[in-house]
């Protein structure tokens, strides 16, 4: 609760909401408790027990070195709710703080499932296909990597669009330059047999053009090209937004086209809400974590707590275990 540009003041809000919409679920508020309880003595659901307050008596700051933050911040709110998880007092962890620090500590402190090399960055991205949305990883989290780490952050990827969408055959792609099969570099075309011969839902290459119109549920790449094409991605609506606000303002006639086409542009400013896809999944970890934007709003917040309750529900960390136990004695059960 205390990590973040917004802080608790923001968050409160979204887990008051998160609590209103799902009767089971309970909420561990880790951080410090001179900051947290004038915003939770008078909240009815502190009062009855379902917003537990777990002490934390530092922070992991925006511009912490994740190596520091690791050896030299033991008690702060990220790793005491890392910590809950790995002692079996929560089911997940969510945190909206340095990325950096929470893969690193959560590796720490949780080391990742049997016969997972990496664990990879994953969260949704608005599609224009029926689903809305298509899932993306590794972005950001593994700069160099093998055709083997590719492939099972496919097998990651495939086993957590199933989980959010219920489709048991999500379709799966790589990220390419090109969609025939020689286009390249090595790391891609020697990715394309191990997929090939798996059990996975695999439909060939998607081009970075093709994220927001292909007709996959998983994309797959590094993390440089993820990361970039992510950010890539979000900078791009950005731009919209501004030229579209820009040349509605030039004149009196564009002011008024503006008046008339204001419930087309609602509509696509609500379809494009980056914080409808808040929540990056760390993925490959013996507990859920869940990674929330720095900048998240109440609504941001919220949704990336609705992503860490249905991976609870639908028991993706078993899922990963079974699914990597199996491929280590030669058998695929996609």
Excluded: W
């Excluded at 590794?138 to 492939?151: S, W």
């Amino acid at each position: 609760m205390m990590s973040g540009d917004n802080g608790a003041q923001e968050f409160l809000p979204a887990v008051v909401n998160a609590l209103r919409t799902h009767d089971n679920l309970i909420v561990l508020a880790v951080g410090k408790e001179e900051v947290l309880m004038p915003f939770l003595e008078n909240e009815p659901f502190f009062k009855s027990g379902r917003i537990e307050l777990v002490p934390a008596t530092e922070v992991v700051e925006m511009d912490d070195a994740p190596q520091s933050a690791l050896r030299n911040k033991k008690d702060s709110s990220m790793r005491v709710a890392i910590n809950c998880v790995k002692d079996g007092k929560a089911d997940a962890a969510m945190s909206a703080g340095n990325t950096g620090a929470l893969l690193a500590t959560a590796k720490f402190v949780l080391k990742t499932l049997p016969g997972i090399m990496r664990p990879a960055i994953c969260t949704s991205i608005p599609s224009l296909r029926s689903r809305g949305y298509v899932h993306m990883l590794d972005l950001g989290a593994n700069v160099d990597v093998t055709p083997e780490h590719l492939y099972q952050f496919a097998v990651m990827g495939s086993l957590l669009s199933s989980a959010v969408s219920l489709d048991p055959r999500p379709k799966v792609s790589l990220m390419n330059i090109g969609t025939e099969a020689m286009k390249g570099n090595e790391l891609v075309r020697g990715t394309v047999p191990l997929m090939e011969a798996s059990d996975l839902n695999y439909v060939g290459f998607t081009e970075p053009d093709g994220i927001f119109f292909d007709d996959v549920d998983v994309i797959v790449s590094d993390g440089f090209t993820g990361n970039i094409a992510l950010k890539t991605l979000e900078g791009t609506v950005k731009m919209i937004v501004k030229q579209l606000s820009n040349s509605f303002k030039k004149n009196l006639f564009t002011k008024c086209a503006a008046v008339v086409s204001m419930p087309v542009l609602k509509d696509l400013k609500n379809g494009m809400d980056p914080r409808k896809h808040n929540g990056a999944s760390l993925l490959g970890l013996r507990g859920i974590v869940v990674k929330s934007h720095g900048n998240a709003d109440r609504i941001s917040f919220q949704n990336a707590i609705e992503i860490s309750v249905k991976l609870v529900e639908q028991q993706i960390i078993e899922k990963m275990r079974k699914q990597f136990e199996s491929a280590e004695n030669g058998q695929l059960d996609e």
